[in-house]
């Protein structure tokens, strides 16, 4: 039973146009959640993250955003570069069940078109 | 620094031999994670180390999985005997405390014919 999901398997955008990455938990003990990216060949890296006790976290053109009512969160990306190209990973992690332990969704593949 | 290092980039064995995959933590973190990456199942930890610790093994597949950490700047994942089913990219991440994310090596694919 996973419970990270990222229901779309790809995403495709114009470059310059915002990208839109979502993410579900079913988890309620969850309440940090992290964003990584992947390029194919390397590891996944770290991008974003945030904690429950907020519902916007900015770095510059990537924003994530929390909906806990709803165990929602998503990846904005604005604008969207070709660089951007990649696997995007949700992951969620939280006191009660361990930070260290942190459960990974199965990722959605970006492209941006140039 | 030269970041988590893993090795071998890619192996290919036979089903029934044994593996081992290998990882350099980043000098100074204290964590130590093993994951697996398939098609299916996305990103799993398989296990975690704090300290050269095991601290959760309950991602570990089977008993022929077997992970072992004897000291901070080395730790070994091995598969004994390798079936094709472990064909998987297998990450390796480190981490100093509870600070932000986890780096991550660039990973084995392992390939088990």
């Known amino acids: 039973d996973q419970q990270v999901k990222q229901n779309s398997p790809s995403l495709s955008v114009q470059e310059g146009r915002i990208s839109i990455l979502n993410c579900d938990y079913t988890?309620?003990?969850?309440?940090?959640f992290l964003w990584y990216k992947k390029y194919p060949a390397e590891g996944p890296t770290f991008l974003i993250s945030?904690?429950?006790?907020?519902d916007k976290n900015e770095d510059g053109r990537f924003t994530v955003f929390l909906n806990k009512s709803a165990k929602h969160l998503s990846l904005h990306i604005v604008p969207s570069q070709p660089g951007d190209s990649a696997v995007y990973f949700c992951?969620?992690?939280?006191?009660?069940?361990?930070?260290?332990?942190?459960?990974f969704g199965p990722g959605t593949s970006l492209s941006v078109i140039p | 620094d030269a970041g988590v290092i893993q090795s071998p980039r890619h192996e290919v064995t036979e089903m029934g031999q044994e593996v081992t995959l290998r990882c350099k933590p980043i000098?100074?973190?204290?964590?130590l994670f093993w994951y697996r990456q398939t098609m299916m199942r996305g990103l799993e930890l398989l296990i975690y180390?704090?300290?050269?610790?095991?601290?959760?093994d309950s991602g570990m597949p089977e008993d022929r999985f077997s992970a072992k950490m004897p000291n901070a700047s080395f730790s070994t994942l091995k598969i004994q005997p390798s079936e094709p089913r472990d064909s998987a990219v297998y990450f390796c991440?480190?981490?100093?405390?509870?600070?932000?994310?986890?780096?991550f090596g660039s990973g084995t694919r392992l390939t088990v014919v």
């Open positions: 991440a480190s981490r100093y405390l509870s600070q932000g994310g986890y780096t």
């Open positions: 988890n309620s003990m969850f309440d940090y």
């Open positions: 945030i904690s429950s006790i907020k």
């Open positions: 992951a969620a992690s939280g006191l009660k069940t361990s930070y260290d332990k942190v459960i």
């Open positions: 000098s100074g973190h204290d964590y």
């Open positions: 180390f704090n300290n050269n610790v095991p601290i959760d």
